[in-house]
Nanobody, 114 residues
């Protein structure tokens, strides 16, 4: 079992950057897959990026080249660096840990608007 707490969301202008953090309540080195999802108003939750314990990453096509997922096992923290943000990136962003069962954080709001 693990508790996840996201932070780092906020209001940013188009073209700006944000870094999201997801702090875990236990060590994450043994968690096979951690990921960021997002859910925009009126839309289904979608996968943004995932990273394995070995460091392999995958990205949604809409964020590839702009977002970078990383994990710091020593700090038990997952990150999402978001650059060149667009209004369509506006959503609640959720951290997830797949341990056979999926665990979720409470989400952090990202609003991209001028």
């Amino acid at each position: 079992q693990v508790q996840l707490v996201e932070s780092g969301g906020g209001l940013v202008q188009p073209g700006g950057s944000l870094r999201l953090s997801c702090a875990a309540s236990r060590n994450i080195f043994s968690i096979n897959v951690m990921a960021w999802y997002r859910q925009a108003p009126g839309k289904e939750r979608e996968l943004v990026a995932r990273i394995t314990s070995g460091g392999t990453t995958n990205y949604a096509g809409s964020v590839k080249g702009r977002f970078t997922i990383s994990r710091d096992d020593a700090k038990n923290t997952l990150y999402l660096q978001m650059n060149s943000l667009k209004p369509e990136d506006t959503a609640v962003y959720y951290c997830s840990a797949n341990m056979g069962v999926s665990y979720w954080g409470q989400g952090t709001q990202v609003i991209v608007s001028s």
